[in-house]
């Protein structure tokens, strides 16, 4: 599914127009974007969690020469699913 068709079935189950969905929608990842850049977490009870975890900084290869090259510490945004979401998912 991709974001069109998430819109669309937003509007849809919400009995929203297809612009009303689409403003919940970037809404919705603005927040999750902005908190998740201030260092926070966004928990969804039920769905799942959206956290940042930090990379150490590590030494890699570049595969076509085969010298080591540093590759710095990083914060990743991850996303955690919670229980009744899994279990959703497995049916």
């Known amino acids: 599914m991709n974001k069109a068709q998430l819109i669309e079935q937003m509007a849809e189950q919400a009995q929203l127009t297809k612009a009303e ?14 908190t998740l850049a ?3 977490d966004v928990t969804v009870v039920g769905f799942g969690s959206f956290v940042v975890e930090e990379r150490a900084a590590r030494t890699g290869r570049n595969p ?3 010298e080591p090259v ?7 945004p991850k996303f ?7 279990d959703a998912v497995n049916g």
Do not use: D, S, W
């Open 21 to 34: 969905a689409a403003r919940a929608l970037e809404a919705l990842l603005a927040t999750v974007t902005a």
């Open 38 to 40: 201030r260092g926070g």
């Open 64 to 66: 076509k020469t085969g």
């Open 70 to 76: 540093a590759i710095p510490a990083a914060k990743i």
């Open 80 to 86: 955690r699913p919670g229980k009744a979401f899994k």
